[in-house]
C-alpha cells in the first residue's frame, strides 16, 4: 500500500484503531499491537510490543505477541481488517476454548483456506514451536506449526476475515 495499513482511515478511524475495538468488544482484556509506530500507536490506546525484527512477517509478530501476552487464550489478528467482527473473533476464541489439545484455531475463509492471521493461539504449546521454527530459519508461518495440532473453524462469517492488500480493497475513505 506504500503506507503503514494500521494508521490508514477506513470510516474515519485508523485501521488498527477499529480492530482493537472489535476485539476488545469480543472480549479481550488486553490489546497491543506489535512493531508499527509506537508513537501514533499508543495514541489509539494500543501499547506497542517491540518487533525484535521488524519486516520478518507474521510468524514473528505471532511469535512476538505470545510472548508479551501469554500464558492465556490470545488472540493474534491482523491490522488491516477490513470489516472487524466481534462474533467471527469470539466464535475463534471460543473454538480453542472447547479444543484443549489444540494449540490454534484457524477460521477458514469461504474457499476453505486458514486464516493464520485471525487465529487464537496457546502460548504455552505454540510459542516455544514457532520460536524454534524462526531460530531454524523458517519464515512461513503455516510451515512453522507442523507437529502442532491445529485446528480448524467453520462457520466464520467471510466479512470479518477480509484484510486490505490492495487501495481498492478499502471501503470509504481509505
Same mark, same amino acid.
Given at each position: 500500500?506504500? =503506507? ?19 476485539? =476488545? ?21 494500543? /501499547?506497542?510490543?517491540?518487533? /525484535?525484527?521488524?519486516?520478518?512477517? /507474521? ?43 489444540? &494449540? ?14 485471525? &487465529?487464537?493461539? =496457546?502460548?504455552?504449546?505454540? =510459542? ?42 478499502? /471501503?470509504?475513505?481509505?
Amino acid at each position: 500500500m506504500g =503506507r503503514d495499513k494500521a494508521l490508514l482511515l477506513v470510516e474515519g478511524r485508523p485501521m488498527a484503531a477499529r480492530v482493537a475495538e472489535a476485539a =476488545r468488544a469480543a472480549g479481550a482484556t488486553q490489546v497491543v499491537a506489535v512493531g508499527g509506530q509506537e508513537g501514533a500507536l499508543e495514541a489509539l490506546d494500543l /501499547p506497542v510490543v517491540p518487533d /525484535p525484527h521488524p519486516g520478518g512477517g /507474521p510468524l514473528q509478530a505471532v511469535v512476538g505477541a505470545l510472548e508479551a501476552l501469554g500464558p492465556g487464550i490470545v488472540l493474534v489478528l491482523a491490522c488491516d481488517l477490513v470489516h472487524p467482527d466481534p462474533a467471527a473473533m469470539a466464535t475463534t476464541v471460543d473454538a480453542l476454548t472447547g479444543a484443549p489439545a489444540a &494449540a490454534v484455531a484457524l477460521p477458514l475463509d469461504d474457499r476453505g483456506r486458514r486464516q493464520w492471521v485471525h &487465529a487464537s493461539w =496457546r502460548p504455552t504449546m505454540a =510459542r516455544p514451536v514457532l520460536a524454534e521454527a524462526w531460530r531454524r530459519g523458517e519464515r512461513s508461518l503455516h510451515r512453522a506449526v507442523a507437529g502442532l495440532v491445529v485446528l480448524d473453524v467453520r462457520g466464520v462469517e467471510r466479512t470479518g476475515l477480509l484484510d486490505a492488500d490492495r487501495p481498492e480493497d478499502l /471501503p470509504g475513505d481509505g
